[in-house]
């Protein structure tokens, strides 16, 4: 069965950086999407940014120009480089990936989320 493994949080001062990983236990070739939710204390989960197995990628209006997902098909492992931290971004990061199982059924499984906190 499929697994994730979220690594890479930690606290940081605004202005600094962070790469997050989640490794699959399976290949990530033929994915339908994989990508990066946050969720901050009293928020909503929210998408951060997405990415399919062709390479076409979506990000949040707060991230643009700062965050960068990507994926490493060898080491079945998706990323999420984290440049320019606001404290704003402090949240719990989950990984999730979206496959195919069936004709017309889609099933998706998440990480175990990893703590970003971003000081003054």
């Known amino acids: 069965q499929a697994r994730l493994v979220e690594s890479g949080g930690g606290l940081v001062q605004a202005g600094g950086s962070l790469r997050l990983s989640c490794a699959d236990s399976?290949?990530?070739?033929?994915?339908?999407?994989m990508g990066w939710y946050r969720q901050a204390p009293g928020k909503q989960r929210e998408l951060v940014a997405a990415?399919?197995?062709?390479?076409?990628?979506n990000y949040a209006d707060s991230v643009k120009g700062r965050f960068t997902i990507s994926l490493d098909y060898a080491k079945n492992t998706m990323y999420l480089q984290m440049n320019s931290l606001k404290p704003e971004d402090t949240a719990v990061y989950y990984c999730?990936?979206?496959?195919?199982?069936?004709?017309?059924?889609?099933?998706?499984?998440w990480g175990q989320g990893t703590q970003v906190t971003v000081s003054l």
């Open positions: 399976r290949s990530i070739f033929g994915i339908n999407a």
């Open positions: 999730n990936v979206r496959r195919q199982v069936a004709i017309e059924s889609e099933y998706s499984y």
């Open positions: 990415i399919t197995s062709g390479g076409a990628t």
